[in-house]
T-cell receptor
Framework: KNEVEQSPQNLTAQEGEFITINCSYS?????LHWLQQHPGGGIVSLFM?????KKHGRLIATINIQEKHSSLHITASHPRDSAVYIC?????????WGAGTKLIIKP | IAGITQAPTSQILAAGRRMTLRCTQD?????MYWYRQDLGLGLRLIHY???????GKGEVPDGYSVSRANTDDFPLTLASAVPSQTSVYFC?????????????FGPGTRLTVL
């Protein structure tokens, strides 16, 4: 079993829909990162969080340390949000990466 | 340059050949990393460097070597390429090493070993 599991693996939705991507992990962590990989391949960091909730524009990330679970939400989704979203957890001074969730937003 | 650059963008290589992937950052970040990304798998750490002059092995170091002669450059060398090293390679950096630090990624190098 992978230490970091993301769900769903693939998600297709219509423009405007509320999107939720989940990340569950099985190890003790000090922080959790959400990143976005664009169709062209570039990877950018979206959030780093160790408790609670963070918001940036239409993106919201939450984490529940007790349940070892984090969610990434996108409100009012747009085709430009189409990308792979990657969760990575910081444990024992290393990052453990999820396999990513491929999101497609149709106009 | 601004941020992290990688070269080449893509490369097709015959098995057994030696290849060096270049990575340069101009942000004066202390820590640098090399990852490979394969279909269906998460990023896997190959080697890292917490500061100039030091390097360490990641999750999948076999077949790869790195050096960190200065702060800006972190080349990755495949001494004798094999087809299983076909992958997309990403270089990243962070201000300092550690779990709480945001990593900045290069654009990637797509390597095909035939």
């Amino acid at each position: 079993k992978n230490e970091v599991e993301q769900s769903p693996q693939n998600l297709t939705a219509q423009e405007g829909e509320f999107i939720t991507i989940n990340c569950s992990y099985s190890v003790g962590i000090s922080a959790l990162h959400w990143l976005q990989q664009h169709p062209g391949g570039g990877i950018v960091s979206l959030f780093m969080l160790s408790s609670g909730k963070k918001k940036h524009g239409r993106l919201i990330a939450t984490i529940n340390i007790q349940e070892k679970h984090s969610s990434l939400h996108i409100t009012a989704s747009h085709p430009r949000d189409s990308a792979v979203y990657i969760c990575a957890v910081a444990a024992n001074y290393q990052l453990i990466w999820g396999a990513g969730t491929k999101l497609i937003i149709k106009p | 340059i601004a941020g992290i650059t990688q070269a080449p963008t893509s490369q097709i290589l015959a098995a057994g050949r030696r290849m060096t992937l270049r990575c340069t950052q101009d942000m004066r970040h202390n820590a640098m990393y090399w990852y490979r990304q394969d279909l269906g798998l998460g990023l896997r750490l190959i080697h890292y460097s917490n500061t100039a002059g030091t390097t360490g092995k990641g999750e999948v170091p076999d077949g790869y070597s790195v050096s960190r002669a200065n702060t800006d450059d972190f080349p990755l060398t495949l001494a004798s390429a094999v087809p299983s090293q076909t992958s997309v390679y990403f270089c990243a950096s962070s201000v300092v090493a550690g779990n709480y630090n945001e990593q900045f990624f290069g654009p990637g190098t797509r390597l095909t070993v035939l």
